[in-house]
Nanobody
Framework: QLQLVESGGGLVQSGGSLRLSCAASGFILNYYGTGWFRQAPGKEREGVLC????????NYSDSAKGRFTISRDNAKNTVYLQMNSLKPEDTAVYYC??????????????WGKGTLVTVSS
């Protein structure tokens, strides 16, 4: 069945880097818009970055602009979020999600269960 599984979360010091992976099964991720979202404790979920089926990238906000990069490996059916220069405010549960429209929106059809990223100071 259609499934998204995140991995790569963990504890990292401020200024460090981390790469998150979103592996898809049951469907070809290349046909979907796939984005990364995050939810910090006590805050609403916010979009981070998204890549459309055509390869276009959308920045949902400026909070991670210039520090985070989204990419897709079609051979592995996996989308990545490379996070550099991490800050304590980046601490959150990170989710990947896919849209059957092939575009990057907030109205995603499939969601992973999330992976926790904790940035210490």
């Amino acid at each position: 069945q259609l499934q998204l599984v995140e991995s790569g979360g963990g504890l990292v010091q401020s200024g460090g880097s981390l790469r998150l992976s979103c592996a898809a099964s049951g469907f070809i991720l290349n046909y979907y818009g796939t984005g990364w979202f995050r939810q910090a404790p006590g805050k609403e979920r916010e979009g981070v970055l998204c890549i459309s089926s055509s390869g276009g990238v959308r920045n949902y906000s400026d909070s991670a602009k210039g520090r985070f990069t989204i990419s897709r490996d079609n051979a592995k059916n996996t989308v990545y979020l490379q996070m550099n220069s991490l800050k304590p405010e980046d601490t959150a549960v990170y989710y990947c999600a896919a849209s059957a429209t092939s575009r990057c929106t907030y109205d995603m059809d499939y969601w992973g269960k999330g992976t926790l990223v904790t940035v210490s100071s």
